[in-house]
């Protein structure tokens, strides 16, 4: 679907506590990409600083473990726009989400970014705008789930 409904919400058992269960709601795609920006942007910055205060090799070194890290999205933005609600004691608000320990919070943008993203399209499909590519047959033979794919990505 091209909207997201961000009313809905659904309730999430956290593996590492028993009992425990936070509700997400889906992000949009603006949202998913502000916390790709805000990770770039920190990510960045801790790269400027390491360049400015140590020398060539120690930079390039921080450098190329920076670029293994395999986190496109910023944790608390992600936590901040899905997180609705939880069975803590603690409000559901800013100041309770920064309660959550590492654990939890790692975990939780994993889980978000997992259901707010998604590989290939059916068909091998990914991010193309041709409504039928050339190595896809068209016609009777495109299954229902195929031609739904090719019409949401030629809708602009």
């Known amino acids: 679907m091209g909207l997201v409904d961000t009313n809905s919400k659904e309730r999430v058992d956290i593996p590492h506590e028993p009992d425990q269960w936070v509700?997400?709601?889906?992000?949009?795609?603006?949202?998913m990409q502000e916390?790709?920006?805000?990770?770039?942007?920190k990510t960045l910055s801790r790269l400027s600083d390491l360049f400015t205060k140590v020398d060539p090799k120690t930079f390039q070194k921080a450098q190329s473990g920076a670029e293994e890290e395999?986190?496109?999205?910023?944790?608390?933005t992600l936590i901040s726009?899905?997180?609705?609600?939880?069975s803590y004691d603690a409000p559901c608000n800013g100041p309770g989400k920064e309660l959550l320990d590492s654990t939890?919070?790692?975990?939780?943008?994993?889980?978000?970014e997992s259901r707010n993203t998604h590989g290939p399209l059916p068909?091998?499909?990914?991010?193309?705008?041709?409504?039928?590519?050339?190595?896809?047959p068209s016609?009777?033979?495109t299954s229902s789930t195929e031609q739904e794919s090719n019409r949401v990505l030629a809708t602009p």
């Open 35 to 41: 916390a790709a920006d805000i990770r770039t942007q």
């Open 104 to 112: 939890t919070r790692a975990w939780l943008a994993k889980e978000i």
């Open 81 to 86: 726009y899905a997180v609705v609600g939880w």
């Open 70 to 76: 395999t986190q496109q999205y910023d944790e608390e």
């Open 139 to 141: 016609g009777p033979s």
């Open 123 to 136: 068909g091998g499909l990914c991010c193309k705008s041709d409504p039928e590519p050339s190595h896809q």
């Open 23 to 31: 509700e997400l709601r889906p992000l949009t795609g603006i949202q």
